[in-house]
């Protein structure tokens, strides 16, 4: 196994990381988009909803695919349909092509997303997960990071289509190394199998030894055994229905959040809230029924794998919804055009990036519950200090806000998300990964809702931090992570399975006291 981590790392790195420069890329390409395809706004917007849309509603069945076929099968058909469209989008004649390729896109990168963490659980051991989730963090805020100024050079020199096809290259090339990554012969074929116990684990031993220990050991009575329940088929391991009712309520949530963010969307963004809710209840309504659930019980009654969720949707809206303030009081308050804005929250950036690598040490000399206390902390006071910024506020008032802000968000995330994968069993870890990834694209889409709404209610002050009502509202968001990381464990999960006795060494008989 040793020899497939440093593959498997770098395809779950790279793969991070070319979805976070996606999405951010995309953002600075869309005027030239609209432009050169003579497109509507709200076409363009849609290049980026339906985006959105595809990944959040797919994630967790993406990850179910993975438990029941292999993380590393799902990952390189997302990372070979990723590259495939982007090189479809960079050829497309007009805006119609580009949103259809977009949702496809969104397709694959909700296939590619969970398998990442799929891929990392089963190559490593569950005590050797934070690095390379680290790792993986970092990826994604240097990406996040850099995607503003890559993008804006290369619109500015070759167009927008070069965008879509930065892209292409390094998709491609992690699809093609997966295909080529060896499967772990021990890996289960099916999300069902029991994990290994004590007396499963003296299965490898030689059949003689075994029989020969066993007839000296006394009799004893015992219970017959529980059945082992057999593995489901087909489609009933998928549970469809219970996949299209939450992609469903997943789709619908994410359109009403986008929706009520944009000027005159309140009502569509509260219908679609509202189908989201009917949605919701129709799928909690049919997995109590149906017999292989999509979302396994025993991963919704975990603590931890809950706590972690919830840290990751309340900081993540916190984050995105104040950075979307935080930009239109740089930029329309205070008159700095998009560099300057960016350089003066690239602290958060450089605290994301060289701080993913100290939140392992740290989960394993305090706990993940102290680690993400602190990181809820961190986040909250950088939040809170943002709320107190006027229209006087220079470069280190702001770059200490960020600071803040990129560090107490790098180490909950790298803490809730070694959690959440961690204690998830291997079975059912690309469900998990999914979750982890849907709250992480459910998150930005409520903070900037929520900030939408709130900066309508002051018109004239509410993008001064200092006079408006959206940021003190993020402050309550943030500080809801802080419950949530008291729920975390204490300490670092040091359970082990329990050695079985050792086999004779070869060529020799066993030695039997009578």
């Avoid at 988009?33 to 497109?39: P, T």
């Avoid at 220990?213 to 219970?223: C, M, Q």
């Avoid at 229905?241 to 569509?268: D, E, F």
């Avoid at 963004?269 to 017999?291: D, K, P, S």
């Amino acid at each position: 196994m040793t020899a497939r981590r440093g593959p498997v790392l770098a395809c779950s790195v790279v793969g991070a990381a070319v979805v976070a420069l996606d999405g951010t890329v995309l953002t600075v390409a869309q005027p030239a988009l609209q432009r050169d395809l003579h497109a509507a706004v709200g076409q363009v917007q849609w290049t980026s909803t339906g985006y959105l849309i595809a990944v959040a509603s797919l994630l967790v069945f993406a990850g179910r695919l993975g438990d029941r076929y292999g993380h590393r099968r799902v990952f390189a058909l997302g990372a070979l349909g990723f590259a495939a469209a982007s090189a479809g989008i960079a050829l497309a004649p007009g805006i119609g092509t580009v949103i259809v390729l977009r949702v496809l896109q969104g397709v694959c990168g909700a296939l590619l997303q969970p398998a990442t963490l799929g891929m990392l659980r089963t190559a490593y051991p569950p005590e050797r997960l934070g690095t390379p989730i680290a790792v993986r963090t970092a990826a994604i805020g240097l990406a996040a990071a850099a995607g503003p100024l890559v993008g804006g050079a290369l619109v500015s020199a070759y167009g927008w289509r070069s965008v879509f096809l930065l892209g292409v290259p390094p998709t491609l090339a992690i699809g093609l190394l997966a295909l080529a990554i060896r499967e772990r012969p021990t890996e289960p074929s099916t999300p069902y199998e029991p994990s290994p116990s004590y007396e499963g684990s003296r299965s490898s031993e030689p059949g003689r030894a075994r029989e020969v220990r066993r007839s000296s050991e006394p009799s004893r009575s015992y219970a017959p055994a529980p059945a082992k329940p057999t593995a489901a088929t087909g489609l009933s391991a998928l549970d469809p229905v219970g996949a299209l009712l939450l992609a469903g309520t997943l789709g619908l949530l994410i359109h009403g959040l986008v929706a009520a963010a944009r000027p005159g969307g309140a009502v569509t963004g509260l219908l679609a809230c509202a189908g989201a809710v009917a949605a919701g209840f129709a799928f909690a309504r049919h997995e109590r029924r149906v017999a292989r659930p999509l979302l396994p019980p025993e991963l919704l009654r975990s603590v931890p794998v809950v706590a972690g969720l919830t840290v990751l949707l309340a900081a993540s809206a916190a984050l995105f919804g104040s950075l979307f303030v935080a930009t239109y009081f740089l930029q329309d308050v205070q008159g700095l055009d998009p560099l300057d804005c960016a350089l003066r929250v690239l602290p958060l950036a450089v605290l994301m990036v060289l701080g993913a690598p100290l939140c392992p040490p740290l989960q394993r000399r305090f706990g993940p519950r102290r680690t993400a206390t602190a990181g809820a902390a961190l986040l909250t006071l950088g939040v809170l200090l943002l709320s107190r910024l006027d229209t006087t506020a220079g470069a280190a008032a702001v770059g200490v806000s960020a600071a803040l802000l990129g560090a107490g968000f790098v180490t909950l995330m790298v803490t809730a998300t070694s959690v959440v994968v961690h204690r998830a069993p291997e079975a059912h870890v690309g469900v998990a990964g999914g979750l982890q990834q849907t709250a992480m694209n459910i998150g930005p889409a409520l903070g900037v809702a929520t900030a939408t709404l709130l900066l309508a209610l002051v018109p004239h002050g509410g993008f001064v931090p200092a006079r408006g009502a959206a940021l003190p509202a993020l402050v309550v968001i943030a500080a809801l992570a802080l419950p949530a990381a008291l729920a975390l464990p204490r300490g670092a999960d040091r359970r082990r399975t329990r050695p079985g006795p050792p086999s004779p060494r070869p060529g020799r008989r066993p030695c039997v006291r009578s």
